[in-house]
RNA sequence: GCCUGGGUAGCUUAGCGGUAAAGCGCGUCCUUGGUAAGGACGAGAGCCCGGGUUCAAAUCCCGGCCUAGGCUCCA
């Protein structure tokens, strides 16, 4: 039984302590009041709702006792982390389970997720289809109501309760270090040691499901056993688990891979090669059009397009210091008595190009662009899709700069990841990652590209997090994380100052005091890479591409045969745009199907109606249509709408 | 790299020891259609690759390749 009633008054005379509560009051309790001791004096009510607390944002159980100064909040059935305490109790009764239909399983770690819980086990032979059986067993743990109960054993005890778990024993150990007792949950004949908290009983769980099965090594080490992990979720109620799953599926129709698949837009084969994406004409398209926008932004601004091989002799990479530190993740190759390497960034050629000639002041900035096809040897499970592969596109930038020059250059830059966004409608998130332990570099150097990008980001009235020592070595950075339509972020734009490169390749440039001085580089990407900015677009817009970027951007759909001539005709009008005419011997029932299936932005309608008139009807993505169109009307709008870059079709959406 | 699934027609999938199936797409024909699937017929498959078990393998076993998810959010 719990003996967590909240003690009375009597020794009052005890030293008290005070807790800070969420509304910035203060609370004055006993000095060994615990987190439940401390609901119980806010109120009764609350006191019997807790089932967990927060001590300066830490999760605890109720049981915990509070300490002098603690920012305290309380947690109830009401509260937004009460889902994962829950959770955790739901993984108890899947070890539990576990443990009922296999013998000889070795127990390891159980925490929850922000998804769900996961519980990992060794000697457990298991497939997803005894995974409906676990289900139930834990649906029956539930049912059975079994009140958890917390224990506070000493080491010594827990030692001998454990010793048949050889990865528990293994946690105590490192637990004895810090405290002379640990604790215990269990629920009915199943225990575990475990820090908490956990709900009251396993009632209380509402409902579970379970995911998948998975390896994972002890500790994430490599170097240790993989065991068997089983993933699954829990929610407070039947249907926000419906909901859960019905959010899952969605993502799944949005992926990139499936819809890259349905509308052709590339393919990675089994005989090219994994993680070597092929573009189709429909893919590269887009691509294309991507190229462009970035190459109008770069002259803008005023780059200069470079090219360099693939290629290059491991020379280059020595000098630039990647092959001390990246070899692992480089394609190297011995061609005759020379050795080779595929290039993984670049930053290398360019600085190379830099270092052919001498520059004035005056010259600088330079700035060096280009689409450089790069690649890096992931590991293979870690390829996925167009997410991650081994040979991509990055839309490469490298300036060299005056030191003066830094700020008023990374704001252009950042101008542009602005335009960029914008265009494309995209959630993003900023963050400036500073110094690093191991650096190159005066520290007077790193202090003033630190509080430069700092400036720049405070004046663009960013909302932007400080990753402390989380810099290259080589310099400070701005990197923006792209968030896709299932809420996961992934690397895009960046900003990189560098201090090394220059220093390696010996660049200079002489100042006005006709002195050698070394400029600054700054590397710079603004989709990051083609691929992964694709990816996101594929799952951002569905599919659903804006005009500009729809591989076929108008198909014409003629009613019936005899209409096909005009149908053509009408084609030609529209010939400054990817149109299509869809003869194909079908109902136009089917035709405007097709249309929808394959995501085509507009679709112009042509019967005897529009033949006799020489007009269209314009059918939009929405279903919404219009009739009696006069065609220059139209074309004027896909004019503006595809120069504007707009991100949905809005010539029926005007009014 | 390691763990667990998966690889069957252009696409999506069924079949899981006994003559390779369906829907979509494609072709031909009928139909000439007015706003999200008209009908008939037909072509199309070294069942990922290599070994093995068996009278018999897409199916079972071993190895490989590719692919999906996972590999600390620490009791």
Redesign the pocket.
Known sequence: MSESEPESEADSDAEGIVVVLPDGSELAVDADATVEDCAYEIGPGLGRDTVAGKLDGDLVAKEEPAYDGAELEIITDQSDEFIRVMRHSAAHCLAQAVERHYDDVDLA???P???GFYYDFDNLDI??DDLPELEAEMEAIIDDDYEIEREEVSIEDAEERLADEPYKLE?LE??AEEADT??FYSQGEWE????GPHVDSTGEIGAVKLL??????W????ENT?Q??IYGTAFEDESDLEAFLERKEEAEERDH?KIG??MNLFS?Q?VT???LPLYHPPGKTILKELEDFVETLNQDAGYDYVETPHVFKTDLWHRSGHYENYQDDMFVFDVGDDEFGLKPMNCPGHAAIFQDQSWSYRDLPIRYAENGKVYRKE???????LSRVWAFTIDDGHLFVRPDQIEEEVERIIEMIFTVLETFDLDYEVSLATRPEKSVGSDEIWERAESTLESVLEESKMDYEIEAGDGAFYGPKIDFGFEDAIGRVWDGPTVQLDFNMPERFDLSYVGEDNEEHRPVMIHRGIYGSYERFFMVLIEHYEGKFPLWLAPEQVRVLP????NLGYAHRVANEFDEFRVEVDD???????K???A??DRVPYQI?V????EEDGTI?V?DRF?D?E?NVEIDAFREHLDAERDEKRTEPDFLQDE
Do not use: F, K, W
């Open positions: 770690i159980g925490p997720t922000d998804e497939d997803e946690l490192e637990l640990v604790t575990d040691l475990c820090a998948e099965i998975a390896g994972a090594y500790r994430g080490d490599e993989m068997t992990r891979r698949n349905e990675i089994d090669g994994p993680g590991q293979r499970g870690e390829l996925s899709g009613i019936s045969d005899d194909r011997d079908s109902t136009l029932e089917r405007i199907r097709a929808h299936d309608i019967g005897d109606n529009e009807s059918r279903e249509q009739y």
